[in-house]
Nanobody, 125 residues
């Protein structure tokens, strides 16, 4: 059973930075496609960034390209989301996601096998 625990959320001013972490236990980490989703108040969940287990592809939502960077550290079983130049519209609960042996393109469409509990990111204007 795969377990995901997010951390690193908080309150930041517009233009600032945060780094989210997702600690992964269970499963075979190197074979897990990993990603981040977010859900803003009153809005639907949306894909933010993903990193493939197979080919290293790292798709991003258009709204975060050039500002967010996803990475993974297999030795620590941890996935990161570095968020720079934050905007108020980035305010949301951010969820870590994992998919076993799944092409990352499916995660960009909202599919995942496991979800973390979420961490709140609030960007003040």
């Amino acid at each position: 059973q795969v377990q995901l625990v997010e951390s690193g959320g908080g309150l930041v001013q517009a233009g600032g930075s945060l780094r989210l972490s997702c600690a992964v236990s269970g499963g075979t980490f190197s074979n897990l496609g990993m990603g981040w989703f977010r859900q803003a108040p009153g809005k639907e969940r949306e894909f933010v960034a993903g990193i493939s287990w197979s080919d290293g592809n790292t798709p991003y939502a258009d709204s975060v390209k050039g500002r967010f960077t996803i990475s993974r550290d297999n030795a620590k079983n941890t996935v990161y989301l570095q968020m720079n130049s934050l905007k108020p519209e980035d305010t949301a609960v951010y969820y870590c996601a994992a998919a076993a042996g799944l092409p990352i393109v499916f995660m960009t469409r909202g599919r995942s096998d496991y979800w973390g509990q979420g961490t709140q990111v609030t960007v003040s204007s």
